[in-house]
């Protein structure tokens, strides 16, 4: 069994919430994206406290923590969180691997290819089938967006793991996937001391504007 847990992006309350709905036996994959928030420490500190049930990959987000690097981040809210984190955490998350094959399934942030490329559901397949054509597995977890879905390119099962901190998917809470099937845990969110303005789309509003500026 596994839980795929992705973009927690440091919502401590919203990952204590899921936590305490997956399974003792589950391995859970932690699929990028898990400490840029409100709880940036404390939430990477949770996690790793878990030891080797959990599995990590590394988003653009983690990346980016590491001065120097470029990406999609908000340079304040990289501020921020840097400073909440310990120069160890930050330098172990840039370590993290971009990829990971468990059992069969490969799971990535964004793509296969990088940590920053979005596509959604409505992304045309011509777009990016030439970044699955060459996967080996017959299924991609991937997330990045915030949302989740479940579509076929270049003949592979695609599936969106959707955001557990920081989700467009309506309604508000946090979602992940158990055995790649869909999960919704409600929470109450807190921002603590975040500095930034916490997104507030609707699913429609971010489905469009993603799928317009992405591949």
């Known amino acids: 069994m596994v839980a795929t847990l992705y973009d927690v992006h440091g919502n401590l309350p ?34 790793r406290a878990m030891g080797e049930r959990i599995k990590w990959i590394r988003g653009n987000a983690d990346r980016e923590l590491v001065p120097g690097e470029e990406g999609l981040a908000p340079a304040e ?34 793509t296969p290819r990088n940590d920053v490329d979005i596509f959604t559901e409505r992304t045309p397949e011509e777009r990016v089938a030439p970044l699955f054509a060459d996967v080996a597995q017959d299924v991609v977890v991937c997330g990045h967006t915030h949302m ?16 557990v901190g920081m989700s467009y998917d309506e309604p508000h809470g946090a979602y992940w996937l158990l055995d790649l099937e869909p999960r919704y845990t409600p929470y109450q969110l807190d921002t603590g001391d975040w500095p930034l303005e916490w997104p507030s789309l ?14």
């Not at 936590?19 to 990477?44: C, K, W």
């Open 14 to 47: 919203a990952l204590e919430a899921v936590l305490r709905e997956v399974p003792e036996d589950a391995l859970i994959v932690v699929g990028g994206d898990v400490a840029m928030g409100p709880f940036p420490q404390e939430t990477v500190d949770r996690l």
């Open 77 to 110: 809210a990289l501020e921020w969180a840097r400073a909440r984190l310990t120069p160890e955490t930050v330098e172990w998350l840039g370590r993290l691997s971009p990829t990971l094959l468990w059992e069969g399934v490969l799971y990535c942030h964004a």
């Open 148 to 163: 989740q879905f479940d579509r076929v390119i270049a003949g592979k099962r695609v599936v969106n793991s959707g955001s």
């Open 202 to 215: 609707s699913r429609e509003e971010a489905v469009t504007f993603f799928t317009s500026r992405g591949l």
